[in-house]
């Protein structure tokens, strides 16, 4: 499976520490940027090409930022991004089961990095429910575009 990652200035330095640990766990990784801390990027930016970059493909997003609320807001605006916000292991374990999140944004600020791990591993091996209602309510959300 490839992992795409994007950051602005807000989680660089966290997403180039789950960027080693997914290499060490053997995910293909794919890191769209930031390629340096820019204080002045744009999550907009970073969030687009990520999304952009899976389109399609049965990839997983991981995006980070300070609060992780721009990333999420920025990819959801794209057909077929069911991106989750990345703040209890049990909310991210139902975001996969229950919605089949394909994006994770991580709020760089506000959690330590074990946390973090625990959660972006959760988000990378839990399977989707693939329950009837489940299904129902993700093709609704499909058709709302």
């Known amino acids: 499976m490839r992992v795409i990652l994007g950051t602005d200035h807000g ?6 520490k789950i960027k ?11 890191d769209i940027g930031a390629s340096s801390l820019e204080e002045n990027d744009d999550f907009v930016d970073y969030a687009k090409k990520a ?8 990839d ?9 609320f721009g990333m999420s807001i920025a990819a959801n605006r794209f057909v077929g991004v069911r991106c989750g916000f990345a703040f209890d292991k049990e909310a991210v374990r139902r975001g996969r089961a229950d919605d089949d999140i394909n994006c994770l944004a991580v709020p760089a600020m ?17 399977k989707f429910s693939d329950e009837e209602k489940y299904k129902r309510r993700i093709n609704k959300l499909d058709s709302l575009f």
Do not use: A, P, Q
């Open 11 to 16: 989680g660089f330095e966290l997403k180039e």
């Open 20 to 30: 080693l640990w997914l290499g060490d766990k053997g995910y293909e990784v794919v």
């Open 51 to 58: 999304v952009l970059e899976s389109e399609g493909k049965k």
């Open 60 to 68: 997983r997003v991981v995006l980070f930022c300070s609060n992780g």
């Open 110 to 126: 506000y959690l330590d990095e074990v946390s973090i791990i625990e959660m972006i591993d959760i988000f990378l091996t839990e």
